[in-house]
């Protein structure tokens, strides 16, 4: 074999080799096509008839920009070799991805006067691409969802974060509004700076032994802030667990149900006060019958005895026992069932009870009470037991202003269609700030007050068609005043 023999073997073999792996056409120097291999037709499915005499604007997909392909242009015409990847169209529509080299052939004067362009299929590359971005997209906005999932949690709830042994690591704002603590404060230590000692040390032990075992733990806990006062709230622990199954953070939300747990502190209240109120009814009833055998023999002694200094003695036995027999009678109303009964009664014995109810204890905090009434009768309808509640609280709530005694005037005055009653005492008076709140429930600035005092006599006014004001000073005093319908 000579060498020319070998050498044109040798390209043979290399075109072979090209044409087996490889996608190639030939363009004349106006871009008109004069050859393609089998693989351009395998790939961009038309035959070698309906390719020859046209140009490559056959395959074009319309995905890349004009500039992309004059860019191209430019580049060969100058008789350099250019590189890209190329997506085309195939004659049924379907796409495909190409990299492509066309290299330029010059003649004498350096102009091309033929380019060869050599495209390998990467239409597998380009879709493993495709999803690759696609999968970083997701990840992307799943990262945003997240990001918008803890923007709400943040400002939804108390969140805080710590370490596997449980010191603080991280807290929201509305962990420090409510625990009043600063984040400097809080940071470093364990959440034991919160504890209320009201739940037991097993409490806390069952929770650890559960997060630590990456247990997400729910509980409602006591709380205390940074100044004494208690709160409660609606826990939930989600361990973080590393690769070996540790827990190696916690992440602590929590819901503030103060007002709930109000509530139902309250609800057991008031169910323990009406069993108490059904029970004073019965000891009333039990009271009543060795009243009345007291009163007799009390009245008999009385006429039996000659010496004018005992009599004086059995005046006042009398009176005493007419002081329980009222007070039984009192206790007895006021515990009997409250249906609305709206009758006409007189407001002065109402409000005369009222204050003969509270007399003792007024006299006990040095409360001086001082009635104007301008009239012994004012007729209005309502329920009687109704009413009393509102004044009892009324005189309670001044009787609780003074805490080191004064004067409460209770006024009485008629006008055209309305009766108004002022409750004026020289307390410590509501700031202006907190007027706003009166009535809602369980507003209260005691340490001891359910705050549903006023809320009940604003619902009981509202019924009876009445209205109720507020005035006062801090540190002089406070008058409220009722007004109803008068008959
Ligand atoms: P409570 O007496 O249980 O606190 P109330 O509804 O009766 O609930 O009263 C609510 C709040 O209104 C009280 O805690 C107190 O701050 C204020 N208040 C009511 N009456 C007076 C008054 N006469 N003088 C000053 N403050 C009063
Ligand atoms: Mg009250």
């Known amino acids: 074999m000579n060498s020319t023999n070998a050498f044109s073997n040798f390209t043979t073999d290399i075109k072979y080799a090209l044409d087996a792996t490889t996608i190639i056409a030939i363009t004349d120097c106006k871009g008109e096509i004069i050859y393609v291999n089998d693989k351009f037709c395998t790939i961009s499915k038309y035959t070698r008839e309906e390719l020859i005499g046209q140009d490559h604007r056959i395959l074009n997909s319309g995905h890349h ?154 509980g409602e806990v006591k709380n205390v802030t940074k100044d004494g006062k208690e709160y409660w709230v609606d826990t939930t622990i989600v361990p973080f667990l590393n690769d070996k199954g540790k827990p190696y953070q916690y992440v602590a939300i929590r819901k503030d149900i103060s007002d709930r747990k109000k509530v139902e502190e309250m609800i057991l209240r008031s169910e323990k006060l009406a069993l108490i109120g059904e029970l004073a009814a019965g000891v009333a009833h039990e009271i009543r019958n060795p009243l009345t055998s007291l009163r007799g023999y009390t009245e008999f002694l009385k006429d039996e005895t000659i010496e004018e200094e005992k009599q004086q003695y059995f005046d006042i036995l009398l009176d005493e026992i007419e002081r329980i027999d009222f007070i039984v009678d009192e206790f007895m109303l006021l515990a009997k069932p409250k249906i609305l009964k709206f009758n006409q009664k007189n407001l002065i014995s109402i409000l005369n009870h009222t204050i003969t109810f509270l007399k003792t204890e007024a006299k006990y905090k040095r409360v001086v009470i001082t009635t104007d009434f301008n009239s012994d009768e004012i007729i209005v309808e309502c329920d009687e037991n109704q009413l009393k509640q509102v004044f009892l609280n009324l005189v309670k709530n001044a009787i609780e202003a003074m805490p080191t005694g004064g004067n409460l005037y209770i006024r009485v005055r008629q006008n055209k269609k309305t009766v108004s009653i002022d409750f004026q005492d020289e307390g410590v008076g509501i700031p202006k700030e907190k007027l706003q709140h009166l009535g809602e429930p369980f507003y209260s600035t005691k340490e001891y007050g359910n705050g549903l005092g006023l809320m009940v006599c604003f619902k009981i006014i509202h019924d009876h068609k009445g209205t109720i004001f507020v005035d006062s000073e801090v540190n002089h005093g406070t008058t409220f005043t009722i007004t109803i319908p008068n008959l």
């Open 65 to 218: 920009h004009k500039q992309f392909f004059h860019t191209m242009y430019k580049t060969i015409l100058k008789g350099i070799v250019w590189t890209g990847e190329i997506k085309n169209k195939s004659k049924d529509g379907t796409y495909y991805w190409v990299h492509t080299t066309i290299v330029p052939f010059l003649d004498k004067h350096g102009k091309p006067y033929q380019y060869i362009s050599i495209r390998t299929d990467i239409t597998d590359r380009k879709a493993t691409e495709e999803n690759l971005k696609n999968t970083l997209k997701v990840l992307a906005n799943t990262n945003k969802e997240l990001a918008d999932i803890k923007h709400a949690l943040d400002a939804s709830s108390i969140l805080a974060i710590t370490d596997n042994k449980g010191i603080i690591t991280y807290v929201n704002d509305t962990f420090c509004e409510i625990s009043k603590y600063s984040r400097e404060e809080l940071i470093g230590r364990s959440h034991s700076i919160l504890n209320s000692s009201y739940h037991q040390p097993s409490f806390f032990k069952d929770m650890w032994k559960k997060i630590g075992k990456g247990n997400i733990w729910k």
